[in-house]
């Protein structure tokens, strides 16, 4: 089976930089995948790592270390847009499933 | 480009009432799945086509059926409602990825439905 650890809320002001962790245990693997979801809306795609390492687009970075089946989203200079729900996903069984976590919640105040 | 669409919007449904909650897309992506949302959870992937006329059960299929005989639409069925199926209802759908990392999945709006 599959399953995904995240913090279920993250509170940060305006301009600052938050992490948000997410760990995983799967019996296949293939990527890490991070979604964003406003309330009411639906999830929108943030970044994707197949590979070790650093993702950088724009103000939101993800990181992958598949030895420690562990990965997070760096997200930087904090708009009050950027409220909302944050989701990691495995992507497994050669690429044709996912399995998302059950999201973390981000507040960001004035 | 439409991108991913879902009818309907709202739906409420008595308990055994049967009905088809429909996806769409223009994008000609391969791959289409379902899932489902329940209030402050994550999605759990009900099922899913890698294409047309292939389709497959993901973590929570039961109650549910689907069927692919486009590129364009992947319908879900309920057979036979239950309140524990109240939920949001998203579709979404992707292109193959053979060789590349990117791997973005495109949600329709959803379809939030409430069974009585």
């Known amino acids: 089976g599959q399953s995904l650890e995240q913090p279920s809320e993250v509170t940060a002001v305006e301009g600052a930089i938050v992490q948000i962790n997410c760990t995983y245990q799967?019996?296949?693997?293939?990527?890490l995948s991070w979604y964003q979801q406003h309330d009411g809306g639906a999830p929108t795609f943030l970044s994707y790592?197949?590979?070790?390492g650093l993702e950088e687009t724009g103000r939101f970075s993800s990181f992958l270390s598949r030895s420690d089946s562990y990965g997070y989203l760096l997200l930087q200079e904090l708009q009050m847009k950027d409220s909302a729900s944050y989701f990691c996903a495995v992507v497994g069984n050669y690429g044709q499933n996912f399995v998302f976590g059950p999201g973390t919640r981000l507040s960001v105040l004035p | 480009n439409a991108g991913v669409t879902q009818t309907p919007k709202f739906q409420v449904l008595k308990t055994g009432q049967s009905m088809t909650l429909q996806c769409a897309q223009d994008m000609n992506h391969e791959y289409m799945s379902w899932y489902r949302q329940d209030p402050g959870m994550g999605l759990r992937l009900i099922h899913y086509?890698?294409?047309?006329?292939?389709?497959d059960q993901g973590e929570v299929p039961n109650g549910y059926n689907v069927s692919r005989s486009t590129t364009e639409d992947f319908p879900l069925r309920l057979l036979s409602a239950a309140p524990s199926q109240t939920s949001v209802y998203f579709c979404?759908?992707?292109?193959?990825?053979?060789?590349?990392?990117?791997?973005?999945?495109?949600f329709g709006p959803g379809t939030r439905l409430t069974v009585l």
């Open positions: 086509s890698v294409g047309a006329g292939i389709t």
């Open positions: 790592n197949a590979l070790d």
């Open positions: 979404a759908s992707r292109a193959r990825d053979v060789a590349g990392p990117y791997n973005e999945q495109f």
């Open positions: 799967t019996s296949g693997f293939y990527g």
